[in-house]
């Protein structure tokens, strides 16, 4: 069985500060990652894919490979109230095949 | 403007009544696929399409049929719901390109 891990949380951060959220992944194959936003009642959105190893940034996120490891991780910056959400990892598995985590909770307070 | 849309966003039926959750995409991709999301579980796949009359098994499709002949829709069928498929239900479309996956609304179905 293909797993994805993550912390649910939540993960309580002070406004302005860095958040850090981490995933694990089984499947040693996997070759794309990604994380996703969802805000509660709503979709999923995509806001960061990786597929090499190292770091990959887009304004305030970044996202870190670690193939050896296993190991996925997303950070935040000037982490706002409008972060707070549901952070998803979802790992591919194959074409099209995506794996998801079952996410964490990211709370960011004013 | 790209989008993905389903129908309807929130539906109460009964058991044994055979009901279809729209999907719909305008941005031309080939895959499709149909998601459910339960608290604990995260999201697990039900079934996915490559492309016009390809479609394949995912994770959880049992009690599920799916059809696609045509590129923009990809109806989820639900023959004989159970209170077991209370839930909410999420399509998803990407390009064949790579794993990029664009998801709907989402649709809120609750079986009594």
């Known amino acids: 069985q293909k797993e994805v891990e993550q912390n649910s949380g939540p993960l309580s951060v002070p406004e302005g500060a860095i958040a850090s959220l981490n995933c694990t992944y089984s499947d040693r194959g996997s070759q794309s990652f990604f994380w996703y936003r969802q805000y509660s009642g709503k979709s999923p959105e995509l806001i960061m894919s990786i597929y090499s190893n190292g770091d990959k940034e887009d304004g305030r996120f970044t996202a870190q490979l670690n193939k050896a490891s296993q190991y996925v991780s997303l950070l935040i910056r000037d982490s706002q109230p409008s972060d707070s959400a549901t952070y998803l990892c979802a790992v591919g598995t194959g074409f099209q095949k995506l794996v998801f985590g079952t996410g964490t909770r990211l709370l960011v307070s004013p | ?112």
């Open chain 2, 1 to 112: 403007e790209a989008q993905v849309t389903q129908n309807p966003r929130y539906l109460i039926t009964v058991t044994g009544k055979k009901l279809t959750v729209t999907c719909s995409q305008n941005m031309n991709h080939e895959y499709m696929s149909w998601y459910r999301q339960d608290p604990g579980l995260g999201l697990r796949q039900i079934y996915y399409s490559m492309n016009v009359e390809v479609t394949d098994k995912g994770d959880v499709p049992e009690g599920y049929k799916v059809s696609r002949k045509e590129k923009r829709n990809f109806p989820l069928i639900l023959e004989s719901p159970s209170p077991n498929q209370t839930s909410l239900y999420f399509c998803a479309t990407a390009t064949s390109l790579n794993n990029e996956q664009f998801f709907g609304p989402g649709t809120r179905l609750t079986v009594l």
